[in-house]
């Protein structure tokens, strides 16, 4: 069984650039929630993806977006990069068959620099 | 809205030795879901331990237990027998039960970091 994985690793991009990340759920997970983690900070959440549709977003601004593929990988958009931006940004899939919780399964996440 | 509190920023334990993290959040739901994460080096969020809000019995995993007191919403976790594998940042995170069949959001602590020395 294949965990969470996400692409790339390190990113540094420039302020006012954009920016596409990209996970890969785990076999047989319908829902794919989003993180970023500010240096000695915990995990805040983003956004979460249903079945292809967002379901549930955080306190972030409309230039994070993000998708949902049929095969459940998932993109995270940033527009308009600002320095804050940049952190690790984490990656959970988890499934929706069985008994709650639904355990999120952490990707290792990518650090995005931004200069 | 919830809130997690972790007020221990740093702690270390020598190899062998039991610690003890402290964990309180804040919520006004009835029926959620407490975990601890363990981030290493590598960043990988693992999950270490879960305890649902219903159960009044404490989740134990090997060498990891939690304290879990409803009425006072604290969250612990102890680790026995701390091994050096064990060094890493610790995260309590809550999570509010959905009767939709939808996988909630976790909130997460700022954190503790463990270093266990020899």
């Known amino acids: 069984e294949t965990g969470v994985t996400q692409s790339p690793t390190h990113l540094i991009k420039t302020r006012g650039q954009q920016v596409t990340l990209r996970c890969s759920s785990q076999?047989?997970?319908?829902?794919v929630s989003w993180y970023q983690q500010a240096l000695g900070q915990g995990p805040q959440f983003i956004f979460q993806?249903?079945?292809?549709?967002?379901?549930g977003r955080g306190n972030f601004p409309p230039r994070f977006s993000g998708l949902q593929f049929p095969n459940y990988s998932s993109e995270l958009n940033v527009n308009a990069l600002e320095l804050d931006d940049s952190a690790l940004y984490l990656c959970?899939?988890?499934?929706?068959?069985?008994?709650?919780?639904?355990?999120?399964?952490f990707g290792p996440g990518t650090r995005l620099t931004v200069t | 809205a919830q809130t997690v509190t972790q007020s221990q920023p740093e702690m270390s334990v020598q190899e062998a030795e039991t610690v003890t993290l402290s964990c309180t959040y804040d919520?006004?739901?009835?029926?959620?879901?407490l975990f601890w994460y363990k981030q290493p080096p590598s960043r990988q969020m693992i999950l270490v331990i879960r305890?649902?809000?219903?159960?009044?019995q404490n989740a134990t995993e090997n060498r990891f237990s939690v304290n879990f007191q409803k009425a006072a919403k604290s969250f612990s976790l102890k680790i026995s027998d701390s091994q050096l594998g064990d060094t890493a940042m610790y995260f309590c995170?809550?999570?509010?039960?959905?009767?939709?069949?939808?996988?909630?959001?976790?909130?997460f602590g700022t954190g503790t970091r463990l270093q266990v020395t020899l």
């Open positions: 305890q649902e809000a219903y159960k009044q």
């Open positions: 959970a899939s988890s499934s929706t068959q069985g008994i709650p919780p639904y355990e999120q399964y």
């Open positions: 076999s047989g997970h319908n829902t």
């Open positions: 993806y249903y079945r292809e549709e967002e379901n």
């Open positions: 919520t006004s739901e009835s029926n959620y879901y």
């Open positions: 995170a809550f999570m509010k039960h959905l009767n939709t069949g939808t996988a909630s959001k976790l909130t």
